[in-house]
């Protein structure tokens, strides 16, 4: 099969003057430049991705060395060089001629090559809201001649840390440690390590990137729970359903033997006095299966704090699920997080960032009825601006037979109770209280 080229197609398409059924062939001018300006573009596009990767790797380098202050400087001698020649300035000429070397000599502060070996170290790279984050930056100079004293940065999220390195000899180390402070929950980018040559001006800045880039994560906060996730969830022997099985814990009755059946489940006693073979029927049992319907439309929360609130109980009764090895669902309005583990879960948790929504809470609750429909205990985790009209409209999104229960976030209001209907709602104001709002639901 021969291979064709846009440009031969078009040619092709030119002198071609009818088609294969005989009608002639109409060319529209339209056509014809759009796909001479598509075949213009493939042509251009090799040479293009040449002449950026020459830009990236050589030209750019050594351009943004330059800082802003160091192009002002630069175009500053220049157009002064110019009026000076254009208008006999003398003086302008001076100023252009001490503002170039100044430039120059600026060159002189960042040339020579560092030698370093850099080890960033977070003691812990998953930290909770409050705890300490520590980590160090061990520095050596790897060459075989001393290196003059430089600096070290460290971005930190938004912030950059800045470590003076002395003079340091042959084969010296040098270490820091820094604290990352963890007052909100968020995942922060710790690095690159980068070290930076600039001249006491900064006209010019170099830095040589050391280390890459590494994810701190500070979970929510969370409380233990005592005893069970929610005080009410069956544990063996799971929930019992109408459906009967060949198999499971909890003893129906007994029925004729079906060819088929396990020997093992074969009642002898009531066998032999039948005198035909009898089998033991079981009622069909399921593990308790947790799912959490997580709202982050922040118009339903009062405010930035009740939010966190939310996402900690959320976070609390998840950990303590699957510390219980329960199933776990946790659903929120961008989509389902993972729980396959507890770090997991904190991690998806961490990245959560609460924005207006047009789902609410009531239409994530009949989403979780879709996505999990074997949950046996729905909690409904809401802000304080949710009326109970809306509450009760979620609850009737929840399947018959699943304990549903709302946890209504209202900052600083005392522990509380009360049910709308079949849902319970418990109402959350600090989350040391969670465990004394679950009892109360399991009372």
């Known amino acids: 099969m021969s291979s064709s080229t846009p440009l031969t197609r078009l040619a092709e398409r030119l002198q071609r003057p009818f088609h294969r059924d005989g009608r002639p062939t109409r060319l529209h001018p339209g056509s014809l430049w759009a796909e ?18 020459l830009w990236l ?26 009026f000076g020649q254009a208008f006999g300035w003398q003086e302008a000429k001076a100023a252009a001629i001490a503002a170039f070397v100044l430039f120059v000599l600026a060159v002189g502060f960042i040339l020579g090559r560092s030698s370093y070996g850099v080890v960033l170290d977070l003691a812990r790279t998953r930290v909770a809201v409050g705890d300490s984050a520590v980590g160090s930056i061990a520095v050596s100079n790897t060459s ?5 004293p430089a600096d ?3 971005p930190v999220g938004a912030a950059t840390a800045v470590f003076h390195l002395p003079r340091m000899k042959p084969q010296q180390v040098h270490e820091d440690l820094f604290t990352i402070p963890t007052a909100r929950r968020a995942v922060i980018v710790v690095g690159p390590v980068r070290s930076v040559r600039a001249d006491p001006l900064h006209l010019l800045r170099r830095q040589v990137l050391w280390t890459e880039p590494e994810d701190l994560f500070v979970h929510p906060k969370t409380t233990a729970l005592a005893g069970s996730a929610a005080g009410f969830i069956r544990d063996l022997e799971g929930m019992p359903t109408t459906d009967l099985s060949s198999a499971d814990v909890s003893f129906h009755a007994l029925r004729d033997y079906v060819p088929g059946d396990d020997r093992r489940h074969i009642h002898w006693k009531t066998t032999a006095r039948t005198n035909k073979l009898m089998v033991r029927q079981f009622e069909e049992t399921r593990r308790a299966h947790l799912a959490i319907s997580l709202s982050i439309n922040t118009d339903e929360y009062a405010s930035e704090e009740e939010f966190e609130l939310a996402i900690s109980a959320a976070a609390s009764i998840g950990r303590q699920a699957i510390r219980e090895q329960r199933d776990l669902d946790v659903l929120t309005q961008k989509g389902p997080l993972r729980c396959e583990t507890g770090r997991n879960m904190l991690d998806d948790m961490t990245r959560i960032v609460g924005a207006p929504q047009r789902r609410t809470a009531v239409d994530l609750a009949r989403s979780l009825a879709d996505t999990v429909p074997n ?43 009360a049910n709308i209907g079949d849902l319970t709602v ?8 969670l465990a004394i709002v679950l009892r109360k639901a399991a009372a």
């Open 152 to 154: 070290l940065e460290l």
């Open 36 to 53: 001479a300006g598509g075949t213009a573009r493939l042509a251009v596009a090799p040479a293009w991705r040449a002449v950026r990767g």
């Open 57 to 82: 790797r050589y030209a750019w380098p050594v351009l943004s060395v330059v800082s802003a202050l160091g192009w002002f400087i630069l175009a500053a001698s220049v157009l002064l060089w110019t």
């Open 426 to 433: 418990l109402t959350l104001g600090d989350l040391s209280d």
């Open 144 to 148: 075989a001649r001393p290196l003059l």
């Open 375 to 417: 949950a046996s205990v729905v909690f409904l985790i809401v802000g304080s601006n949710v009326t109970p009209t809306q509450l009760r409209s979620a609850s009737a999104a929840v399947p018959l037979g699943v304990r549903s229960l709302a946890v209504r976030l209202q900052s600083g209001a005392a522990p509380a109770r």
